[in-house]
């Protein structure tokens, strides 16, 4: 992995659009080109405590997790997505970025390479619940996302990493 000095650093950050209602504090984190051919992401995760990992992809429709975060790395191809819900940005990802999401932030998949894939995982492996914005679901998910804590570490960099900076 490149040293957390050398890689770019994107903090995204939107408010709630009535559906999807994003973190109240803490910011999208876009880690770009941070992977390297030799690191497995997997084992980046675990060693940091990230756990419950999967490989697959990012679902072709807004969503949010209410009840932790989640940490996603492009292991192949790359994609558009749309972060933070539709009135957030559109954003190219491509292989050897990682996205950190907050808990409540929205994510979609809007276009993607053949290839695409990422794999993702959780803080301390925390189950993970799928919200849509509906409006009935609302009051329940906003006291979750208050509810989830700082991580203990951040995904890839461990307990100094650069996570800190940005989420406190």
Not at 6 to 18: F, S
């Amino acid at each position: 992995m490149k040293p957390s000095k050398d890689i770019a650093i994107e903090p995204l950050k939107y408010d709630d659009d009535g559906s999807i209602p994003n973190h109240p504090s803490y910011p999208l984190l876009l880690y770009k080109n941070v992977m390297t051919s030799e690191d497995d992401p997997k084992d980046v995760f675990a060693q940091n405590n990230w756990l419950g990992a999967w490989r697959g992809s990012v679902a072709p429709y807004h969503h949010y997790h209410s009840n932790s975060h989640e940490v996603l790395v492009v292991s192949s191809g790359s994609a558009l997505l749309q972060l933070g819900g539709e009135q957030g940005a559109e954003v190219n990802i491509q292989q050897d970025d990682t996205v950190i999401l907050p808990a409540g932030f929205g994510h979609k998949r809007l276009e993607a390479s053949d290839d695409f894939e990422v794999i993702g995982a959780y803080p301390n492996g925390q189950s993970y619940d799928f919200c849509y914005g509906y409006a009935d679901e609302r009051p329940e998910k906003l006291e979750n996302i208050k509810k989830v804590p700082l991580p203990d570490t951040d995904p890839l960099f461990g307990e100094s990493g650069p996570l800190f900076s940005y989420w406190s």
